[in-house]
C-alpha cells in the first residue's frame, strides 16, 4: 500500500519548521527533502528516518523497521507528536547534510 497525499501533507505540515521541505515520489512512495537533504521516508503511511547515534536516546522507545523489502532498519519516527518529532528532526539534519 502506497501512502496518501493526505499522509504526506500532514508529514510536511508537522516538520515544516525544520527548513524547506520538497517531496519526490519515489517507487510508489515518498522521500522527504529538507534544505534538499533526504531525511524522511515515507513508505506506507509510515516516516522513517535512518539510524544514528547521535540520536540513540531520542529514540529510545521507537519502534524499528524496514521501509521496504531489502533496505537497512530505520527507526520509525512518530510524526503524531510534533515537537519531539522536529527536535529529531533537527537533530539528524546537520548529520545527513554533512554526508552529502
Known amino acids: 500500500m502506497a501512502s496518501t497525499l493526505d499522509y504526506i501533507e500532514f508529514v510536511c505540515s508537522q516538520i515544516s519548521e525544520a527548513g524547506i521541505i520538497r517531496t519526490k515520489k519515489m517507487f510508489g512512495d515518498w522521500l522527504i527533502y ?48 510534533k515537537r519531539e518529532a522536529l527536535d ?9 547534510k554533512n554526508k552529502s
Open 88 to 96: 529529531i528532526i533537527k537533530t539528524i539534519l546537520p548529520l545527513i
Open 34 to 81: 529538507i534544505d534538499d537533504k533526504p531525511a524522511v521516508l515515507v513508505c506506507d503511511n509510515t516516516c522513517y528516518i535512518k539510524i544514528f547515534p547521535e540520536i540513540t536516546k531520542m529514540m529510545k522507545d521507537a519502534q524499528i523497521g524496514c521501509p521496504y523489502p531489502g533496505a537497512k532498519k530505520h527507526y520509525i519516527l512518530d510524526i503524531e507528536h
